[in-house]
């Protein structure tokens, strides 16, 4: 696939595919299965309130951790608005969101014939040893190169340590793009395997660290597919809430990507909180 990705309509909440040989339905991750059906989680009404929007989700994170600085990007996917953005084509680095590259370009190259378990476990569980294995054994920089050539991606650029995949750049708005290629472009394989992977992140990481930060603590009655991903550096500290959400009978309809840049030494606990304040502001969004 070459050139520019041409966006399609979404193929709808479930998707049943044959993943090596076993028929798979992807679905979302349900935290709140009782949701009642007139509260189904919906962000419709962030269309008239982007400014605003912005404004919570951006003071939640910086009173709850000071000194941070933020890239939004949220937008219904269905329609393409985007219903709040703040710094969406700022650069801040991706720690375990470049997984989701590393992911696509590995069935890119080996088709069907993917090492399967370790994609799963590599998103599932963040495990770093999955993602050193497939960055190493794919070209480990030009992974990131060739995945943002297929995608588009103009803001994503390989690490300068060709070593620290961790330390990939990109964008908020290039992650929506990810989430959109995976939802509408990737081809069927695909698309089955990364987002059951993502619809089935454990809550407790593969390094011990508490996954459900931003996304899934921050909105508990939607359904979600997110990748999360933290990295601290001596100069900062990397913690990143991404995903899909949406009500139970279309839970791709709205990509959340929310990607901070917070003070050296600042702990998982609290810079994951403070993700999770800052999309705390979705939630009368998601509730009507």
């Known amino acids: 696939m070459n050139g520019k990705v041409r966006w399609l309509g979404l193929a709808g ?9 076993h028929l798979v339905t992807v679905t979302a991750h349900a935290r709140n299965t009782e949701t009642a059906s007139g509260a189904e989680p919906t962000l419709r009404a962030a269309a008239q309130q982007g400014p605003a929007l912005v404004q919570q989700i951006r003071s939640a994170i910086e009173t709850a951790s000071p000194g941070t600085v933020s890239g939004i990007d949220v937008v219904d996917t269905e329609t393409g608005a ?8 700022r650069q801040f680095y991706t720690a375990s ?29 963040s495990d770093d040893s999955a ?3 497939l960055w190493e054994a794919d070209g480990g920089a030009d992974i990131v190169r060739r995945t943002a050539a297929l995608l588009g991606l103009d803001g994503t650029a390989p690490p300068d340590d060709p070593a620290q995949w961790g330390e990939t750049r990109t964008t908020p708005r290039d992650v929506v793009t990810i989430y959109r290629y995976l939802t509408t472009v ?12 993502l619809g089935s992140v454990s809550e407790i990481a593969a390094d011990g660290t508490d996954e459900f930060f931003g996304i899934p603590a921050a909105l508990p009655g939607a359904d979600w597919f997110v990748k999360p991903g933290w990295m601290t550096l001596d100069s900062s500290t990397t913690l990143n809430s991404t995903g ?3 009500p139970p009978d279309d839970p791709q309809r709205y990509a959340v990507v929310v990607l901070t840049t917070q003070p050296a030494g600042t702990g998982w606990d609290a810079g994951g909180a403070a993700l999770t304040a800052g999309i705390s ?7 009507s």
């Open 97 to 125: 969101v470049v997984k989701l590259l590393i992911a696509i370009d590995a069935i890119e190259t080996s088709g069907e014939s993917v090492d399967a378990d370790r994609i799963r476990q590599m998103l599932s569980a």
């Open 244 to 246: 899909l959400v949406g």
């Open 281 to 287: 502001a979705l939630a009368a969004l998601v509730e």
């Open 131 to 133: 993602a050193d294995a």
């Open 186 to 197: 990737a081809p069927p394989f695909e698309r089955a395997l990364i987002l059951d992977a």
């Open 13 to 21: 909440c479930a998707l049943a595919l044959s993943v090596s040989g």
């Open 82 to 89: 985007e219903l709040a953005a703040l710094d969406a084509d």
